[in-house]
Nanobody, 115 residues
Framework: QVQVVESGGGLVQPGGSLRLSCSAS????????TAWYRQAPGKQRELVAD???????TYADFVKGRFTISRDPARNTLHLQMNSLEPEDTAVYYC?????????WGRGTQVTVSS
């Protein structure tokens, strides 16, 4: 069974950076749709950034210029580089992959931005 696992979350001060990674147990990141979502306490899950099959990326307005999504198919990994973090970025971050109509979610990694 394919597993998608996030890592790299943690506690960081405002203005700091974190790099999230998403790894998969199968060759999922080639010719797939991939995305990062997040869910803060009491809020709905929301799209942070995505990368279409051929590499086109989009970002939510609230992270534009601060976050960068990237993919390394050779290593079965997806990344989210997060800079200039704000307390409002505190959430559980989830990796999402859709390939051939099948959707995969990771269990999430907690990001806490606090002084």
């Amino acid at each position: 069974q394919v597993q998608v696992v996030e890592s790299g979350g943690g506690l960081v001060q405002p203005g700091g950076s974190l790099r999230l990674s998403c790894s998969a147990s199968a060759q999922l990141f080639s010719l797939t749709y991939t995305a990062w979502y997040r869910q803060a306490p009491g809020k709905q899950r929301e799209l942070v950034a995505d990368m279409a099959t051929y590499g086109y990326t989009t970002y939510a307005d609230f992270v534009k210029g601060r976050f960068t999504i990237s993919r390394d198919p050779a290593r079965n990994t997806l990344h989210l580089q997060m800079n200039s973090l704000e307390p409002e970025d505190t959430a559980v971050y989830y990796c999402f992959v859709r390939r051939s109509g099948v959707e995969y979610w990771g269990r999430g990694t907690q990001v806490t931005v606090s002084s």
